[in-house]
Nanobody, 127 residues
Framework: QVQLVESGGGLVQAGGSLKLSCVASGSIFSSNEMGWYREMGWYRQAPGKQRELVAEIFSGGSTNYADTVKGRFTISRDNAKNTVYLQMNSLKREDTAVYYC???????????????WGQGTQVTVSS
C-alpha cells in the first residue's frame, strides 16, 4: 500500500555533512487536519549493534532526537512532497550505520494507518 524509499547516503569524511531523504508513496491519505502521516522517524543500525532511534517528527511538527545527535542532526519534512529529511552535520565515525526511515502513514480519513520501513541507506564516515 505504501512504500518508503531512502536516498542520500554515501561516504563522507569526519566533520562533513550528508542529507538523507525519505519519500513516501502509494495509497496515502492527506488532509489539512490530519496531514499525511502520524509520525516519521530515522533509525540507524551499525554492525553488531541494535537498531536505534536517531530522530523523529510528528504530524504537528514536534521533533525528538537521540542525545548522540542533538545539535548536529536536523529532521524536517516537505508535506507537499510526502518527504522527510535528515540533515546530518559534523559527522563522526560513530555515525557510520545503515539509516532507515520508518513511518506511520495515513491511509484514510477514518484513522487507519500503515506502518513500515524503508530499505535503508548506508552512511559511512571516514576519519
Amino acid at each position: 500500500q505504501v512504500q518508503l524509499v531512502e536516498s542520500g547516503g554515501g561516504l563522507v569524511q569526519a566533520g562533513g555533512s550528508l542529507k538523507l531523504s525519505c519519500v513516501a508513496s502509494g495509497s496515502i491519505f492527506s488532509s489539512n487536519e490530519m496531514g499525511w502521516y502520524r509520525e516519521m522517524g530515522w533509525y540507524r543500525q551499525a554492525p553488531g549493534k541494535q537498531r536505534e532511534l536517531v530522530a523523529e517528527i510528528f504530524s504537528g511538527g514536534s521533533t525528538n532526537y537521540a542525545d548522540t545527535v542533538k545539535g548536529r542532526f536536523t529532521i524536517s519534512r516537505d508535506n507537499a512532497k510526502n518527504t522527510v529529511y535528515l540533515q546530518m552535520n559534523s559527522l563522526k565515525r560513530e555515525d557510520t550505520a545503515v539509516y532507515y526511515c520508518s513511518g506511520v502513514i495515513n491511509l484514510s480519513d477514518d484513522g487507519s494507518t500503515w506502518y513500515g520501513w524503508g530499505q535503508g541507506t548506508q552512511v559511512t564516515v571516514s576519519s
